[in-house]
């Protein structure tokens, strides 16, 4: 079988490279930047502090300041802001309090991956000129999200900022980052995969749709549709309703499995690479999975219109699984439990084995072995 997604030419097929996003060209420079980044990390000792070394490469980087450690993450929203213009054109409608959400939702999804509970938000909000500012709907709408994601979270929105940047964002468009600050504490709460081993149940939390990875495969299907954005994917809801569903924040689930007695071997956000990202540790591990989530209809719509097989599809979207944890095989059916309390459907979707660094999704015959994924 296949290890890597294909980069396929065919007409028919659409692929995440077609549409302008070519991980074999953006992934070296992370490889390279990390290896810089490195050797940086001695600085902290002038400090009186060290870093957690198992955090480099992972999705947030971990600093031990004696008592606990401080997590750290930036992300960026990408393109989904794109859409929420296009539908504001379409509707008269803004969406900007769901793309808010996603944008906290990258970095704090990210950032307690490594055990940490978020405390303050950051916003960066580059417009590409000040009149984007002069729309009073859709900034409100930016603030109120914004502030109902961290409510829900139980962050402090520390502060941000805000600069008009023409001539390099475009005119008209907005570009969305957030950075995000935790703790860990008791230190026992990290989570960097050094107790991951053979026999840990793998726990998939679901997805709310396409989240914020993909739109640039997203936006250039629509080319293909009939009707563009509004054209249905469910009876009564657009395809760009449904693009725009907002991200869901995963922490009240880390946090109230922490509350249980429940802390993950490892936690990986199923991001950009899709379910490759299962094989994010560097560690030697097979991960079998024996029963995957339902797939949300707007990624069975892009998947479908996209003429996308299987492989391309899980190697690039989240196809109904937005975060996974690998937990204690003894604590996979608890695990599953707290997360449906918090109202986020859950599934112990299949298990570490002893072997080959591979990940195998046996109820569709797909296998991505080693060089799927190469962040590090």
């Known amino acids: 079988m296949n290890s890597k997604p294909s980069s396929s030419t065919s007409s028919d097929t659409l692929s995440y490279e077609q549409a302008g996003v ?5 992934d070296p420079l992370k490889v390279a930047a990390q290896r810089a980044a490195k050797a940086t990390g001695a600085h902290l000792l002038g400090h009186g502090f060290s870093e957690v070394e198992a955090s480099r490469g992972e999705s947030a980087y971990v600093v031990d300041v004696g008592p606990f450690y401080i997590a750290s993450i930036v992300e960026c929203l990408g393109s989904k802001a ?4 296009e539908m504001k054109a379409l509707t008269g409608k803004s969406y900007y309090d769901g793309i808010a959400q996603d944008t906290i939702a990258m970095a704090i999804n990210d950032l307690i991956t490594v055990g940490a509970t978020p405390l303050v ?3 960066y909000w580059a417009a590409g000129g000040s009149d984007w500012f002069g729309d009073a709907q859709r900034a409100q709408a930016l603030v109120d999200g914004w502030k109902r994601a ?7 929105w520390g502060g941000g900022e805000t600069p008009a940047l023409a001539g390099i964002v475009a005119d008209g468009r907005i570009d969305l980052a957030a950075s995000c600050t935790g703790l860990i504490n008791p230190k026992e709460r990290l989570s960097v995969g050094d107790r991951l081993a053979p026999g840990d149940a793998i726990v998939l939390l679901a997805s709310s749709g396409i989240h914020a990875n993909g739109l640039s495969l997203a936006r250039k299907l629509v080319e293909r549709l009939p009707q563009g954005y509004l054209t249905e994917v469910s009876p009564g809801l657009s395809y760009g309703e449904a693009l725009l569903a907002p991200t869901v924040l995963y922490s009240p689930v880390t946090e109230a499995l922490y509350k249980a007695g429940i802390v993950p071997q490892y ?3 199923i991001t950009g690479h899709g379910w490759r990202k299962l094989l994010r540790h560097p ?3 097979t991960y079998r999975i024996h029963a995957v989530p339902e797939v949300t209809p707007v990624l069975k719509f892009i998947q479908t219109h996209a003429r996308q097989d299987d492989l391309e599809a899980y190697s690039t979207l989240n196809m109904g699984a937005g975060f996974a944890l690998f937990v204690r095989a003894e ?5 599953v439990e707290v997360a449906r309390a918090q109202g986020i459907e859950a599934l112990v979707a299949g298990r570490v084995e002893a072997g080959p660094k591979k990940l195998i999704i046996e109820p569709l015959g797909i296998e991505f072995g080693d060089d799927a994924l190469q962040l590090r």
């Open 22 to 26: 070519n991980y074999d060209l953006i």
């Open 82 to 85: 794109l859409v929420a213009d």
């Open 121 to 123: 938000v950051q916003a």
């Open 150 to 156: 961290c409510d829900t979270c139980s962050v402090a």
């Open 267 to 269: 936690c990986a956000n």
């Open 283 to 285: 560690a030697t591990h």
């Open 331 to 335: 604590d996979a059916e608890r695990t």
